[in-house]
């Protein structure tokens, strides 16, 4: 049973527009968030994080809205840039030490 | 100069053998990771080890054996190989253990099992 879950596969964006990526999660005892970047043939690498205090963090282009009561989090990308293209992973720590991760979504920005 | 670095990237064998994938970091990180990504693209997690020590088992079948020679290196020797290993393995490490700390993934090491 998939706790934390993307449900778009992939998403594709003008170049200049607003990329928008959605994640749901089943566990209420998540208190922390991350998103991960992965681009071909590498490992995932860390994007920005939010703690469930808040309910938004912004890093330059890249904001994560968090909505505890909808157990739903985003990441929004302003503006996208092809170099933006990637596949996007969200994830939630668990106890004794493991993330869960949902199963990405591809997001290509066109030039 | 590679923080998380896995040999080898690519690794295509047969049915039944037994094959061996190496991890290493030079963050200085106490804690280690092996993630499986299937064909269905998602990440989840194996084993983790802490300054050497077993954390997290996570139900894997006992053909998969991680070793953790010392804190900076944790390899995975899978025996008697089946198809349905056929995957991606990540290897990962973190300066402590998640959720202080985000992990820090190697390149991926690509398996494939005919």
């Known amino acids: 049973d998939q706790q934390v879950k993307q449900n778009s596969p992939s998403l594709s964006v003008q170049e200049g527009r607003i990329s928008i990526l959605n994640c749901d999660y089943t566990n209420s005892m998540f208190d922390y968030f991350l998103w991960y970047k992965k681009y071909p043939a590498e490992g995932p690498t860390f994007l920005i994080s939010i703690s469930s205090i808040k309910d938004k963090n912004e890093d330059g282009r890249f904001t994560v809205f968090l909505n505890k009561s909808a157990k739903h989090l985003s990441l929004h990308i302003v503006p996208s840039q092809p170099g933006d293209s990637a596949v996007y992973f969200c994830a939630a720590p668990e106890p004794p030490g493991k993330l869960i991760f949902g199963q990405g979504t591809t997001l290509q920005v066109k030039p | 100069d590679t923080a998380v670095s896995q040999t080898p990237k690519y690794l295509v064998t047969q049915m039944g053998n037994d094959k061996s994938i190496k991890c290493e970091q030079n963050l200085g990180h106490d804690t280690m990771y092996w993630y499986k990504q299937d064909s269905k693209k998602f990440l989840k997690i194996m084993f983790s080890?802490?300054?050497?020590?077993?954390?997290i088992n996570e139900t894997v079948p006992n053909r998969f054996s991680p070793k953790s020679p010392d804190k900076a290196h944790l390899n995975l020797h899978i025996n008697s190989l089946e198809l349905g290993d056929s995957a991606v393995y990540f290897c990962?490490?973190?300066?402590?253990?998640?959720?202080?700390?985000?992990?820090?993934f190697g390149e991926g090491s690509r398996l494939t099992v005919l």
């Open positions: 990962a490490s973190s300066q402590g253990t998640v959720p202080s700390g985000e992990l820090f």
């Open positions: 080890y802490n300054n050497k020590e077993l954390i």
